[in-house]
């Protein structure tokens, strides 16, 4: 048994609770985003992780590729706070490179603490479980500050804690819209991080029985009518391609349903919340008027000059403060500028590898149940990849703690189903309602009949290598 494991599934529902419950603008005095009590949670993480590392037989035995995207991220940001600390950066910009170092431990705790602390299947349910719970607690708020009744968050004071800038409240958009952020720091965070969690939660509302059942069920319900009280386009591009990605290993009767579910439900918030959709609507449809959009696209320009005098290492991890460079409301760009290619790739590896551990698991699973959450978890990470340009998503707290756990959920499910490479693709059960089987499993059946002789004995010509 591993001493630093025994309660790692406890902190890391402490962290949730911290993530989701406590204002995002809540933070230690003086520290900015970095004081947020999760982040301290985090870095604790992070260090109980190193101790196990550097004793004998204390993590998991085993490969982890979660381990490896982790180690390369780090590596690329420290590299990155070398090269910008040697161009002799502002004060303003030092401070905020040591803010990011913090960010940049407590991402490392929370993923590899989910990734290789967590013992068991049961333990990794109850985390995700805690994770759909408190998203859909951040879905109450929001939906209390649109209903106009309360603001819980305006009744939150926890000592020790201050806020580092005026609580966000709500805020109008279109005509007279209202749109929440619950107790996220932004509206864009709030509606992207539901739409993350939404997939999870989908996941074990199909897959509850009993007296689970009626309350999962109500947390999706909760957590899809939230998302749209944002008026965001990230939050809808997020929930459709998350949705995309993990309705395709459903069997076409799912997709039917889930369809016809989605319009009804889709029509009924329409009547109850007159406007919203609209408003939603004007903003795809009308994009050319819209002034965010056509900043972002002149900001294109100064973007890539200030690529091009750093391509390679960037100005530093970190460095690139809206202060001192330009608000940038695209977390791609912020990468290209404070650690050039490097930090990106170093960023697209974060998100593809366990993207393609989802995949194994949902292509090699040992139960349907087991492959359907491989999906979901991996349908997250192409939906964080569109979310992040589209807005600055790493300077968003509860967006990062977020990813960090759905990445290390990837990874423990990889590593409690005992996933390998050799293990075969796994066909549909009679029984299965959720998973399809894979089209390459089909497509390597029909390969082996027709290399394999249905009649013993008779010579099969296999060319002129066979």
Same mark, same amino acid.
């Given at each position: ?7 790692t ?13 406590i ?12 004081? &947020? ?21 204390q993590?998991p035995? $085993?490969r982890?590729?979660?381990?490896? =995207? ?10 990155? #706070? ?12 030092a401070s905020? *490179? ?16 989910? =990734?290789?602390g ?7 349910? &109850?985390v ?5 719970? !408190?998203? =859909? ?6 939906i209390?500050?649109?209903? $106009? ?6 009744? +939150?004071? +926890? ?6 800038s ?10 007279g ?10 509206y864009?965070e709030?509606g992207?991080?539901? *739409?993350?969690?939404?997939?999870? *939660?989908?996941?074990?509302?199909l ?10 069920w109500? /947390? ?5 009518? @939230? ?37 009804v ?7 109850? #919340? &007159? ?8 903003? !795809?449809?009308?994009v ?6 056509? @900043? ?5 320009? +100064? ?6 005098e ?20 695209n977390?791609?760009?912020?990468f ?7 930090a ?17 698991v ?5 139960d349907?149940?087991? &492959? ?19 807005f ?11 990813? /960090? ?35 390459t ?8 009949? *027709? ?12 060319? =002129?290598?066979?």
């Open positions: 048994m591993r001493p630093w494991s025994i309660t599934a406890g902190v890391l529902v402490l962290f949730l609770a911290l993530q989701f419950l204002p995002a603008r809540l933070v230690i005095g003086g520290m900015g985003a970095a004081g &947020r009590p999760s982040v301290a949670v985090g870095i604790l993480l992070a260090f109980l992780w190193v101790v196990s590392a550097i004793r004998r037989r993590l035995h $085993g982890q590729p979660i381990r490896w =995207a982790v180690g390369l991220f780090v590596a690329v940001q420290v590299i990155g #706070n070398v090269v910008g600390y040697d161009r002799l950066p502002t004060l303003g910009q905020a *490179a040591a803010r990011w170092l913090l960010v940049v431990a407590a991402i490392a705790g929370v993923t590899l603490a989910v =990734a290789e967590v013992r068991t299947r049961r333990e990794l349910d &109850r995700l479980g805690a994770l759909v719970l !408190f998203a =859909a607690a951040m879905s109450v708020v929001g209390l500050q649109f209903s $106009g009744l309360v603001d819980p968050v305006d009744y +939150i004071r +926890i000592p020790g804690l201050s806020y580092n005026a609580a966000l409240g709500v805020a109008e958009r279109g005509e819209i209202p749109r929440v952020a619950g107790t996220a720091n932004h864009i709030f992207v991080a539901l *739409a993350l969690v939404l997939p999870v *939660a989908l996941h074990y509302a897959f509850s029985t009993g007296q689970a059942r009626w309350w999962r109500l /947390c999706v319900g909760l957590i899809a009518l @939230a998302i749209p009280l944002s008026v965001s386009r990230s939050a809808i591009v997020t929930v459709a391609v998350a949705m995309l990605v993990l309705s395709t290993v459903w069997p076409w009767r799912m997709r039917y349903n889930a369809l016809v579910i989605s319009v439900s889709i029509a009924v918030f329409h009547v109850v #919340n &007159r406007g919203v959709l609209g408003t939603i609507k004007a903003l !795809f449809t009308n050319e008027n819209d002034p965010s959009v056509t @900043a972002r696209i002149e900001r294109t320009t +100064i973007v890539m000059e200030l690529w091009h750093r391509p390679v290492f960037g100005w530093g991890a970190g460095m690139v403060t809206p202060e001192e460079f330009l608000l940038l409301d977390q791609i760009y912020g290209m500028l404070a650690g050039g290619m490097l990106v790739l170093a960023f697209l590896v974060l998100l593809l590898i366990p993207y393609l551990v989802g995949r194994s949902r292509l090699r699973g040992s349907e149940e087991t &492959r359907h959450l491989g999906q979901a978890l991996a349908a997250t990470m192409p939906a964080a990849l569109a979310a992040s340009g589209t600055d998503s790493f300077a968003f707290a509860t967006f990062v703690g977020l990813l /960090c756990v759905l990445i290390g959920a990837t990874g423990a499910l990889w590593r409690l189903d005992g996933i390998t490479p050799s293990r075969p693709l796994q066909d549909a059960a009679p029984g299965d309602r959720y998973v399809a089987t894979p089209l499993a089909n497509v390597r059946e029909r390969v082996r009949r *027709a290399w394999t002789d249905p009649h013993p004995g008779r010579i099969v010509r296999r060319g =002129a290598d066979g």
